[in-house]
């Protein structure tokens, strides 16, 4: 790991030196990495239109010689950037669903309450572009007090999802205040928060923020790692503190190409998770984000990444693939149930094998299920599958 010489230790284990040490310019970044003119050149060209900065923490992880390292791709600004005809500043339309500026609001029982725009580290192919990291500045107090009266006064939500940027950005007295005003909104039954400094700065998850965040259950708590190389044991160590304070850990994932778009990759990925008890949740599909035509990946290749899974490893270290729109998540998942053969479903294995199932024609099928006429599928299968 090529941490440069000269850093005590206890600066490197603080959250806030790392912040202030942040990565910005080409100068610092080569601390870390070897650049060659041409990449050189494109970090200036791209940065220029988005902003970029890299924890030393997280830069440390990167290969010194390779810049297709994956940690890179994720990280490190490249002229790519700009040449992206299909992206969009706001592909999910969030604005529109935003009744006051921090919340968004798509489903009915639950909202995602965007209190701050800035993160320790900021991933090239952010969803949230037309926001995060535009002026580096947590919101102003008065609106996330908006925020918080749009949900004391919407009874339906149960379920906040606190996002950003990066929440665990704010203090932990700031963090402290904001969930206990949301904690004493009857109505809201979970908070859950979603944040990366785990992977990218884990030195953030000190015992006092977990103690913060333990007088405020339940919590959940969703983080963000997209390559078994980020695994570390300050990840490890950073999960199993929160864990221990009660927090129940999920992941999510970004496929993107040439970091995880491999179905070994994302294997090594869950089970590297599953060892360190962090729950795979989802595996998006990379947003039409202006700036990331060279990180997207087709549908196909994540249905194939996901198959690869099923079956492969534990139930549980599967996560959902999901293509967000600006209506809600859409779970794509490989087709396994091909249809009905009279009163049977035909369904697939996970290795491939065709199963019959016997199933009463009196049911009615849910809307949108695809009664094939299956027959064509008549014919002798494996043994232990029934013809
Ligand atoms: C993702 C998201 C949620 C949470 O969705 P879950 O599937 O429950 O994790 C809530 N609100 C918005 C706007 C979201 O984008």
């Known amino acids: 790991m090529p941490r440069p010489p000269r850093i005590p230790d206890r600066d490197w284990e603080d959250w806030r030196w790392q912040l202030r040490n942040r990565i910005t310019s080409v100068g610092d970044l080569e601390r870390y990495v070897d650049l060659s003119e041409g990449v050189r050149a494109g970090i200036q060209a ?14 440390a992880l990167m290969d010194r010689d390779d810049p297709d390292c994956p940690l890179r791709r994720q990280q490190v600004p490249s002229a790519q950037e700009l040449a992206d005809d299909l992206g969009a500043e706001d592909p999910l339309l969030e604005r529109d669903h935003s009744p006051v500026d921090a919340i968004v609001h798509v489903y009915p029982d639950r909202v995602a309450f965007k209190i701050t725009n800035v993160c320790p580290t900021y991933c090239r192919y952010c969803f949230r572009e037309y ?18 009266d749009y949900i004391a006064r919407t009874p339906a939500i149960r379920d906040v999802l606190v996002t950003g ?3 665990l950005l704010f203090s932990d007295e700031r963090l402290d205040d904001l969930l206990g005003r949301l904690r004493a909104i009857e109505h809201v039954q979970i908070i859950r928060t979603g944040s990366r400094t ?21 919590i959940w708590l969703n983080t963000h790692f997209n390559h078994p190389d980020e695994i570390t044991p300050e990840a490890a160590s950073a999960c199993d503190r929160l864990l221990r304070a009660g927090v129940p850990l ?19 990925l869950v089970h590297r998770l599953l060892a360190i008890r962090v729950r795979p949740y989802y595996i998006f ?23 690869a899974l099923r079956g492969h490893t534990t139930g549980f270290g599967v996560p959902t693939y999901v293509l967000d729109t600006p209506y809600g998540k859409v779970p794509l998942a ?23 199932e016997p199933n009463p024609l009196d049911s009615s099928p849910p809307a949108g299920m695809a009664l094939a006429d299956l027959d064509a599928l008549r014919q002798p299968t494996d043994s ?3 013809a």
Not at 49 to 58: E, H, N
Not at 142 to 147: D, L, R
Not at 198 to 218: G, N, W
């Open 46 to 59: 791209a940065s220029s239109q988005y902003r970029w900065a890299i924890t030393p923490y997280y830069a």
């Open 250 to 268: 999920g992941n999510q994932t970004v496929l993107l190409k040439g970091v995880n778009d491999d179905p070994q990759v994302m294997l090594e």
């Open 131 to 148: 926001f995060v990291g535009n002026t580096g500045q947590h919101h102003t107090r008065a609106k996330v007090q908006a925020g918080i």
């Open 334 to 356: 490989p087709q396994y149930l091909l249809g009905r053969s009279g009163d049977e479903v035909v369904v697939r294995t996970w290795d491939g094998r065709i199963w019959r």
């Open 285 to 307: 599909q990379c947003q039409l984000v202006a700036g990331t035509a060279h990180l997207r990946t087709s549908i196909e290749s994540g249905l194939a990444i996901v198959q």
């Open 384 to 386: 232990g599958c029934r």
């Open 165 to 167: 940027g990066d929440p």
């Open 198 to 218: 785990p992977c990218t700065l884990p030195q953030r998850i000190t015992p006092e923020l977990c103690e913060v965040l333990s007088r405020h259950h339940p």
